[in-house]
């Protein structure tokens, strides 16, 4: 069974960094396209930031284009989240989210959604 756990959430003023962690279990994690989800108060999930399985392609929304960094430690089974810059609107449930077809285009995860959620972590950032 597929496990994601994610650490590193919390409060943060405006301008502020934080870097988000994911472990995986349950399954080899360096074949699959790994991502970064949010979920702001009272909105839709949406798709924060991918990476490729073999890690030579990164995906990312516009809003966090350039002040956001996702990488990932195939030996240690982890996804990373470095977000800076950060702004009051990026307040949200963070997950950790996984494809499940082994070597699969960055873009099922944005675009299909993933197979595998985290529980998530709350990101807050105060003005």
């Known amino acids: 069974q597929v496990q994601l756990v994610e650490s590193g959430g919390g409060l943060v003023q405006a301008g502020g960094s934080l870097r988000l962690s994911c472990t995986a279990s349950?399954?080899?994690?360096?074949?699959?396209?790994m991502g970064w989800f949010r979920q702001p108060p009272g909105k839709e999930r949406e798709f924060v930031a991918a990476i490729r399985w073999s890690q030579d392609s990164t995906y990312y929304a516009e809003s966090v284009k350039g002040r956001f960094s996702i990488s990932r430690d195939n030996a240690k089974s982890t996804l990373y989240l470095e977000m800076n810059s950060l702004k009051p609107e990026d307040t949200a449930v963070y997950y950790c989210?996984?494809?499940?077809?082994?070597?699969?285009?960055?873009?099922?995860?944005?675009?299909?959604?993933?197979?595998?959620w985290g529980q998530g972590t709350q990101v807050t950032v105060s003005s």
């Open positions: 989210a996984s494809d499940d077809t082994p070597f699969g285009s960055i873009l099922r995860l944005p675009s299909g959604g993933p197979a595998y």
């Open positions: 349950g399954r080899t994690f360096s074949p699959y396209t």
